[in-house]
């Protein structure tokens, strides 16, 4: 269901993601039997390397989960802590990937080609920047110890998954449509925009307000590039691309310093709206229609819980 949510949601067509995934197909079916035996099958229908069930009978039946933005080992201790209380936890859902989603985080990435794009920036240059930023994310993620919050959770037998690029999905979308429909004009109406919004005025009075990063409150947005998927930030390269496309202000969750020079460099304002709200807010969306099945969403590590239904 968290899939097929994300594919409703995504950048690209159904016909797009189709073609990716049928890619990926025929990379399966050209492998010796050796290697099909370690590919990891789910990527055969699921184009989100960066959500996967981690551990746990897929059998089993979930009353209750808890979710939260990260977990970790001392997550899982705190869900046995739980259990050892009374109170019913089947299982954990982390936002931010783990283990083998989180080793293939960078396979995610190729969905900022897509943004890009939408953003006017031609598909094939937007290919080429997006090439070097992947192997650098693949590098940052290699030293990873990536079975340790895995482990914690299989002695404790406590089901974990992750779901990442598909709530981003939905938060792109949401997002998009609020722009799309209230048309700010000024760098402040976007920040106004997003303050109405229960997470973010949440965050707002524990210090992570949206904030202007690049530019002034009382600039012009100009065209505005919403950009909350896609695994992680894009190249810096991409600044440059970007303002030649005439994208006058750009929104995401969080961006290094260096692409924020670059972006001003390139006349290209910033809004960094928050990461943990804006993880909630994908999050909450999805958690609405998993609690209108009759499962019961306790929010902890960050999620900040609001529902819409």
Partial sequence: MAIEKGMENDVRTKDEIASDLARVRKRYDRM???????FDTDALWNPYADCRVLFGDLEKEVRTVLWG???ATPEVLLADRLREKGRRIDALISHHPIGRARARLHEAMPVLEYLMRSAGVPITTAEDILGPRMREIRN????????????????????????????DNLVQRFIEKLVEERRPERIEDILELLLELPEFDRMAR??????????????RAGKVMVKMCGGTSGPKEMFEELSDAGVGTYMCMHLPENQLEEAKKHHINIIITGHEASD???????????????VEVVP??????????
């Avoid at 010796?32 to 370690?38: G, I, M, N, Q, S």
């Fill in 140 to 167: 940052l993620t290699a030293v990873d110890n990536h079975m340790q919050t895995i482990d914690a959770a299989r002695l404790l037998d406590i089901p974990l998954m992750c779901l990442h690029s598909c709530t």
């Fill in 69 to 71: 933005i990260d977990i």
């Fill in 32 to 38: 010796d039997a050796k290697e099909k035996d370690r």
């Fill in 206 to 219: 524990n210090g992570n307000a949206p904030e202007v990063y690049v530019g002034d409150k009382g600039r």
């Fill in 300 to 309: 902890f590590s960050g999620l900040i819980r609001v529902k819409r239904n």
């Fill in 280 to 294: 909630s807010l994908g999050v909450n969306l999805l958690a609405d229609e998993v609690e209108a099945r009759g």
